[in-house]
């Protein structure tokens, strides 16, 4: 049993508790006043308010800007046992969301109170990303449970380095369990091949998968543009849908490869109605500005743009090239879709850059549609980082 009397404490500076008492679980290196007794990155330690009051037990690494992530504000614990409680309810949740689905994101990190912590499970193959130094401790406790409770085949990670580099932790991935091969998975309608050995992020963006669904109700006779398609799902939707002819665009000979490949998956790979374009989005959106070649439907579900505050600035000015440009070959009437996945940028930004791109066109835009994430991944509302991704539809007058 773990106790707050054999644990480090974190005393914070005065009035530093308001936002960790409503459950925000960061607490920043230049709140904490000082560090009472021994504890080493990743472990866990007591969080006390200036005033002596215990706020909750947490994840240490004094290496990064986020000192310590709250696990848990249960007083006496054992790890395993909170950590196999934090994973049921995670899974538990899932599976009423999608009972006849055998893949999806299993833990989304601060918004499952598991922090730093990402599962995606693609049948029995569960793919972790570690993101804190107190999960990468831990992370054989993890793989236990997966093991023991959910009969998992396959373990490994695929991290984001940036994040890694954040808080100090090496960037190499590792095979914790079983092998690192190929999953055909579904998302309830489509089938997709995933090589993790030749594949970006965890291999497959569960986060759109609600947002893919719901283009299949305006996509049917039209032209429909795929940029950025990555593996394909928005366009492989709107064939599934009706669609006369879908264009995929990736600067990633490995993603037009899987594009390719996931056609085959759902015997849509017939040649009159789609193309598979190799090339850089701007580059093909100029051509088509040159060859005045038009869409009836233009997605752009381009990468993040800003990956910290310091580059939001450029990369609005991104957004809006890239709006303006998708506009240009979109016929009028027409639908757009456009993603942003760049946390540090607002919805009210990105509609602005929406109208910015519109009003040098001299053409005006009516919103149809707005979402985020499918609800495998959760927003825990008093932590706005857990909200992240923009998927907003528009058409053009």
């Given at each position: 049993?773990?106790?707050?009397?054999?644990?480090?404490?974190?005393?914070?500076?005065?009035?530093?508790?308001?936002?960790?008492l409503?459950?925000?679980?960061?607490?920043?290196?230049?709140?904490?006043?000082?560090?009472d007794?021994?504890v080493?990155?990743?472990?866990?330690?007591?969080?006390?308010?200036?005033?002596?009051?215990l706020?909750?037990?947490?994840?240490?690494?004094?290496?990064?800007?986020?000192?310590?992530?709250?696990?848990?504000?249960?007083?006496?614990?054992?790890?395993?046992?909170?950590?196999?409680?934090?994973?049921?309810s995670?899974?538990?949740?899932?599976?009423?969301l999608?009972?006849n689905?055998?893949?999806?994101?299993?833990?989304?990190?601060?918004?499952?109170?598991?922090?730093?912590?990402?599962?995606?499970?693609?049948?029995?193959?569960?793919?972790?990303?570690?993101?804190?130094?107190?999960?990468?401790?831990?992370?054989?406790?993890?793989?236990?449970?997966?093991?023991?409770?959910?009969n998992?085949?396959?373990?490994?990670?695929?991290?984001?380095?940036?994040?890694?580099?954040?808080?100090?932790?090496?960037?190499?991935?590792?095979?914790?369990?079983?092998?690192?091969?190929?999953?055909?998975?579904?998302?309830?309608?489509?089938k997709?091949?995933?090589?993790?050995?030749?594949?970006?992020?965890?291999?497959?963006f569960?986060?759109?998968?609600?947002?893919?669904?719901?283009?299949?109700?305006?996509?049917?006779?039209?032209?429909?543009?795929?940029?950025?398609?990555?593996?394909?799902?928005?366009?492989?939707?709107?064939?599934?849908?009706?669609?006369?002819?879908?264009?995929?665009?990736?600067?990633?000979?490995?993603?037009?490869?899987?594009?390719?490949?996931?056609?085959?998956?759902?015997?849509?790979?017939d040649?009159?109605?789609?193309?598979?374009?190799?090339?850089?989005?701007?580059?093909y959106?100029?051509?088509?500005?040159?060859?005045?070649?038009?869409?009836?439907?233009?997605?752009?579900?381009?990468?993040?743009?800003?990956?910290?505050?310091?580059?939001?600035?450029?990369?609005?000015?991104?957004?809006?090239?890239l709006?303006?440009?998708?506009?240009?070959?979109?016929?009028?009437?027409?639908?757009?879709?456009?993603?942003?996945?760049?946390?540090?940028?607002?919805?009210?930004?990105?509609?602005?850059?929406?109208?910015?791109?519109?009003?040098?066109?001299?053409t005006?835009?009516?919103?149809?549609?707005?979402?985020?994430?499918?609800?495998?991944?959760?927003?825990?509302?008093?932590?706005?980082?857990?909200?992240?991704?923009?998927?907003?539809?528009?058409?053009?007058?």
């Open positions: 049993m773990t106790t707050t009397a054999n644990m480090a404490r974190i005393i914070l500076k005065p009035k530093e508790d308001g936002r960790v409503r459950g925000h679980q960061w607490i920043f290196s230049n709140e904490i006043a000082f560090v007794g021994d080493q990155n990743g472990d866990i330690a007591a969080v006390y308010s200036h005033s002596n009051f706020l909750g037990c947490g994840f240490y690494n004094k290496n990064s800007l986020i000192a310590v992530r709250i696990f848990t504000q249960t007083i006496d614990f054992t790890i395993e046992a909170a950590f196999l409680e934090k994973l049921k995670a899974y538990s949740l899932r599976k009423s999608f009972p689905r055998d893949s999806f994101r299993f833990v989304f990190s601060e918004s499952d109170f598991l922090p730093g912590l990402i599962i995606d499970k693609y049948n029995d193959t569960f793919v972790l990303q570690i993101n804190s130094a107190g999960m990468e401790a831990h992370k054989n406790i993890i793989v236990s449970i997966l093991q023991q409770q959910y998992a085949k396959n373990i490994f990670t695929m991290h984001d380095e940036y994040f890694r580099r954040l808080e100090g932790l090496l960037p190499e991935n590792e095979i914790l369990f079983g092998e690192k091969g190929v999953e055909v998975i579904s998302d309830g309608d489509i997709y091949k995933i090589d993790f050995n030749a594949t970006q992020k965890t291999g497959f569960f986060d759109q998968v609600a947002n893919r669904k719901y283009i299949e109700s305006f996509v049917a006779g039209h032209t429909v543009l795929d940029a950025f398609s990555n593996s394909g799902g928005f366009g492989l939707h709107a064939l599934h849908a009706g669609a006369s002819h879908v264009t995929f665009v990736d600067s990633s000979r490995l993603e037009i490869s899987n594009v390719e490949e996931n056609l085959r998956q759902n015997d849509l790979e040649n009159a109605h789609y193309s598979a374009v190799c090339e850089d989005v701007f580059v959106l100029e051509r088509c500005l040159n060859e005045k070649k038009m869409f009836d439907v233009v997605m752009i579900d381009p990468p993040a743009f800003a990956k910290n505050k310091k580059s939001v600035k450029i990369a609005l000015k991104g957004y809006e090239k709006h303006r440009m998708a506009l240009s070959i979109l016929k009028p009437g027409g639908f757009l879709v456009s993603t942003s996945c760049s946390h540090h940028i607002t919805k009210e930004e990105y509609l602005h850059v929406a109208i910015q791109a519109a009003r040098k066109l001299d005006q835009l009516q919103l149809l549609y707005s979402a985020g994430a499918s609800p495998d991944h959760p927003v825990l509302l008093i932590m706005p980082e857990t909200e992240y991704l923009k998927f907003i539809v528009f058409r053009k007058r």
